[in-house]
Structures are given as C-alpha cells and as structure tokens.
C-alpha cells in the first residue's frame, strides 16, 4: 500500500462519545430539560437512517442534518423550531470532545512520513475542522478531503474520483481505504475499486455482501497491512 485513506468518525474517532456530549450540550444551551439516555438512542436510530438516505442520494445533507433534531424535538414534545440552530450548535460541539479508539492516534503517527496518509470523511466542514484540529490530527495528514467541500458524499464515486485527481497519480491496487461503515467506506472503496480495510472492533456481519480485503479488530492492524515496522 502507498497511500492510506482514514475515515474519521467511528474509525479513528469515537464518535459515539462526541456525539453525545455534543447533544447534551445542546439541549442545556437551548434549555431543552435534560437529555436522556432513551433521547439519546432514539436520536441515533433517527439519525442512522436520515444518513443511509443521504448516502442514496434521496435526500439532501441540508435537509438530513435539520430533519434528524426536527423529528428528535418533536416526538419528544420539544420546540421543534430551534431544530436548524440546535443542528449549527451541535456542528460546534461536535469537536469538542475527543476520543481515540485504541491505537488510532498511534497508527497514524507511526505511519506519518512513511506512507501518504488522507481524511476522508463525510462529516460538515465546521465538525471535521474542528476536530482534525483539536485532535492534531490535521498535523499528521497529508491532505483532508470532506464532503462538504467536495460537493458529493461517500461512498459514491464521484467523491472519490476528486480525491484521486488530488493525490496523484498511483495504481488503485496502491490506495488503501480504512473504515468503520461498510456502506459508506466500504461501499465507497468498492465503487471506487481501491483496497478495503473494515474496522469491526464489534464483530459485525458483513450483511450487505461487500467485497472486504482486510477486516480489522484494531487499528494497530494498519501497520501490518502497510508493512510499517511498529519498532522503527
């Protein structure tokens, strides 16, 4: 492998974990009573399936974004105005709290210098700036590419045919995807016939009967598939 694309959320980043602070800062700031353990997974399953819509295409990343907290407010009796400022609030907060999985911050930095190393993500640019920056993370990439900015979500082709005309030129037997979705990263890494590497700390199924080349249970796994001496 010569260059490795990371995925950020759920992948290198617990993402769980910032999410539910991010939440429960929100509904503090917008005096929304407090923010339950049940608000909390119902917002998850709500937002897991506005996201499988925007990674078809049936639905805008605007309208994804204000629709999750809309319907979260509004089965929970809330004020489902506040619904757009409660998501540009949540952008915010988003990358302020920061958690590591196991090894990711390691791996990377092992890998830095050693192998071109890539964001690829679909998070908004306000959440993923913030993020790569408070995590150090933007310092050990070589370059970001964020959906926002690019225009197009994974895993569709198109996201990934801009980050290839950005990187160079390499043999996509060379690129390495690693990530934690299988229907956006894998998915994507598919689409774009670029080696898969499915982060299943969980042990999840393969459900969806994707092509995998490595499936991983810690990221420290990445060295061994980039042939990265972890005592250099």
Request: proline share 0%; with cysteine.
């Given at each position: 492998m010569k260059v490795i694309l990371w995925d950020i959320d759920g992948t290198l980043l617990d993402f769980e974990a910032a999410e539910k602070a991010a939440i429960r800062q929100c509904f503090s700031s917008f005096e929304l009573g407090e923010c339950t353990n049940e608000m909390l997974?119902?917002?998850?399953?709500?937002n897991r399936e506005y996201w499988k819509r925007l990674e078809r295409g049936d639905i805008s990343k605007k309208d994804a974004l204000v629709a999750r907290f809309y319907d979260l407010l509004e089965k929970y009796g809330l004020d489902t105005s506040v619904a757009p400022q409660v998501n540009a609030e949540y952008q915010v907060r988003l990358g302020?709290?920061?958690?590591?999985?196991?090894?990711?911050?390691?791996?990377?930095?092992?890998?830095?210098?050693?192998?071109p190393q890539y964001a690829v993500t679909n998070g908004t640019k306000v959440a993923q700036d913030r993020k790569l920056r408070n995590s150090g993370l933007i310092d050990l990439f070589d370059g970001v590419f964020i959906s926002d900015e690019i225009g197009i979500e994974k895993p569709a082709i198109g996201f990934f045919d801009q980050v290839f005309k950005a990187i160079g030129e390499y043999d996509k037997s060379e690129i390495l995807i690693v990530g934690d979705s299988l229907t956006s990263d894998i998915q994507g890494g598919n689409n774009a016939g670029i080696v898969t590497c499915w982060f299943n700390p969980l042990g999840k199924t393969n459900d969806l009967g994707l092509h995998i080349?490595?499936?991983?249970?810690?990221l420290s796994q990445v060295l061994d598939i980039v042939a990265i001496n972890s005592g250099e």
């Open positions: 997974t119902t917002y998850q399953t709500i302020d709290t920061i958690c590591f999985n196991r090894n990711g911050l390691e791996t990377v930095k092992m890998c830095k210098g050693k192998v080349d490595y499936e991983i249970s810690d």
